[in-house]
């Protein structure tokens, strides 16, 4: 793993947000860019392996290649559609000068969706983690499999992290600034998200 020691969650959250963006990407969207990949073709090769001794193996590639297929998805969707409107929020907020609300009505409605596919994959990681455990204590296991797993558990750590400064920090900014610059305010009942 990248050396992390210079992540302070004091100077995250003070980071213009346009920063805190690029900061995202860079250390954790790179990250999973690629680490997943490598992971998927690591389980995949133990669950070929040891397909008749270990089929829970298999299950966890499987679970594995669900929740790789849709955090790509999820990623797409910030990279493409929320975070160039949060990095023009920041622009608008620094020049002081108003914006257009968004195709998709306000941050709010992306913001949520994202928020909810973070729960998702926390669940679907510990569900995932649940399995590699029993496996990761037994005195016998190969190294590759602890090896994999490992990395796995990275993994994971990497994604709560990411997911918290995004969900703490990065969103509820958003929603700020557009709160500041966005007049009047969307009817939060009669909009729906569009984001696709
Ligand atoms: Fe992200
Ligand atoms: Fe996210």
């Not at 496996?135 to 499999?145: D, G, H, K, S």
Request: hydrophobic share 40%.
């Amino acid at each position: 793993m990248e050396d992390r020691t210079f992540w302070d969650p004091e100077t995250l959250t003070d980071m213009p947000l346009d920063k805190l963006v690029v900061y995202v990407l860079k250390l954790h969207h790179d990250y999973i860019k690629k680490t997943a990949p490598l992971l998927q073709q690591q389980l995949h090769t133990l669950a070929n392996s040891h397909d008749q001794k270990q089929p829970k193996l298999r299950q966890i590639a499987n679970l594995f290649d669900q929740i790789y297929g849709d955090l790509a998805l999820h990623l797409h969707k910030e990279e493409n559609v929320l975070f160039p409107y949060i990095i023009q929020l920041q622009a608008a907020f620094v020049g002081n000068v108003g914006i257009s609300p968004p195709q998709f009505g306000s941050v709010r409605f992306p913001v949520r969706m994202m928020m909810q596919e973070h729960h998702v994959a926390d669940e679907q990681f510990a569900l995932l983690i649940d399995w590699c455990e029993p496996m990761i204590a037994l005195p016998n296991t190969e190294v590759l499999i602890r090896e994999t797993f490992s990395l796995l558990l990275e993994f994971f750590h990497d994604f709560c992290l990411h997911s918290h400064i995004e969900d703490t920090i990065l969103f509820p900014r958003a929603l700020e600034v557009e709160n500041l610059l966005l007049e009047p305010k969307v009817d939060d009942q009669t909009e729906s998200c569009r984001i696709k």
